[in-house]
């Protein structure tokens, strides 16, 4: 039965994986997917319900008694080096979805918690709160992917699904617009599958960029159309560099975008959006209350922001549900500049403690042509 099949490849995956990457891929599974986890082992719900029912796999993001889902594949084994290919199925191990792997990016990481010598680094922006520290990059490996719009609406509450915008091309100079069900997934967060469907994602883009090809593996390849639309948006598209510190259990993972630049009442305007992603590596409840940002332009101005929450919303981070990402844009009337701040957060028992956001530059060292206003075929 495909559900049994999907549990087998499930284990097998869990045993290559250390005991907090196991122990996060059963809590998702149990939590989202409408397994029951067993230990030692995993028994999938579906195989002991009659009849037709018994090829059925639990999918969702709400418990399998509000909903009834289906086998989606079998999982593959994770990859500890090299990349995943142009049409990898995967679900992602943090938010759930199902989605499809465009193509790769090879990003610079900026890892605050990790202790390396200071040549190739990243100084501290002028004024920083951080201190003098300095953080060595390293190459990281993130995937340029589509999600399933099926699942959009059981992550809308943790990730938004329209978080990858671009400024329009027409004389409003801060008209965005966005591509829904665009994201940018960590090479850890891929938890590979595959599946027998040639249209087994659910979204407007996938048959415009890939093709069902079965005697490939992944049996999907790039249409002519995904590599022209690439190459097209490359400068606005392109992920270069990620920051990450971590303060009390609390991770934060900032990657800033270049958008482009606009004239606005005869001066230049330069626009970048950031996608952040705060995670819960404890056990403790918390919940993010208010955030603190410094924003340093080249042109000698430093602009201090503080608000209520993010995005208008205050989100809770749990073990069940611990992650939360957000997008969001800066323009600054200068070609670069740094960003840093802190995130408030509260405990249950109500005492609070900040949380560093790293800090990161501002660079517009791209071609200042204007960037698309839409995406055609």
Not at 106 to 121: K, N
Not at 191 to 215: C, D, G, K, M
Not at 239 to 244: E, K, T
Request: hydrophobic share 35%.
């Amino acid at each position: 039965m495909a559900a049994c099949a999907l549990r087998r490849g499930l284990l097998a995956t869990v045993n290559t994986l250390n005991k907090r990457q196991a122990h996060r891929i059963l809590s998702i599974v149990d939590n989202s997917y409408g397994f029951e986890v067993t230990r030692p082992r995993l028994q999938c719900l579906a195989c002991g319900l009659p009849n037709k029912t018994q090829q059925k796999r639990f999918m969702s993001s709400r418990r399998p008694e509000e909903k009834v889902l289906e086998a989606v594949g079998v999982f593959e084994a994770v990859k500890q080096h090299g990349k995943y290919e142009t049409g990898q199925l995967f679900l992602h191990s943090v938010f759930g979805y199902r989605g499809i792997v465009l193509f790769p990016w090879h990003a610079r990481l900026y890892d605050r918690d990790v202790t390396l010598p200071v040549s190739d680094s990243k100084p501290e922006p002028p004024g920083g709160a951080h201190g003098s520290k300095e953080v060595k990059g390293k190459t990281h490996t993130y995937y340029q992917v589509l999600i399933d719009t099926r699942d959009c609406p059981h992550i809308s509450q943790r990730s938004q699904t329209e978080a990858v915008t671009f400024l329009a091309n027409h004389d409003d100079s801060r008209a965005l617009y966005a591509i829904p069900g665009l994201d940018y997934v960590s090479h850890e967060d891929i938890l590979p599958y595959n599946s027998t469907e040639q249209v087994p994602i659910q979204h407007e883009l996938f048959e415009r960029f890939l093709l069902f090809n079965p005697a490939k593996a992944p049996p999907f390849t790039a249409r002519d159309t995904l590599k022209a639309w690439q190459e097209k948006n490359h400068p606005w598209l392109e992920l270069s560099d990620v920051h990450r510190e971590t303060t009390e259990n609390i991770r934060v993972t900032v990657i800033p975008f270049y958008m482009g630049m606009r004239e606005a009442q005869n001066s230049h305007v330069y626009w970048w959006r950031y996608c952040i992603r705060l995670e819960n590596m404890g056990s403790e409840v918390v919940q993010l209350r208010e955030r603190h940002w410094r924003i340093f332009s080249l042109s000698g101005t430093l602009e201090t922001v503080r608000g209520r929450g993010v995005v208008g919303r205050e989100p809770v981070l749990s073990k069940e549900q611990p992650a939360f990402q957000y997008s969001s844009h800066v323009s600054l009337q200068a070609p670069s500049g740094h960003m840093w701040g802190t995130f408030r957060i509260e405990r249950t028992d109500g005492s609070h403690f900040d949380v560093r956001i790293p800090p990161f530059s501002l660079e517009s060292n791209k071609d200042d042509k204007a960037p698309p206003a839409g995406y055609t075929f």
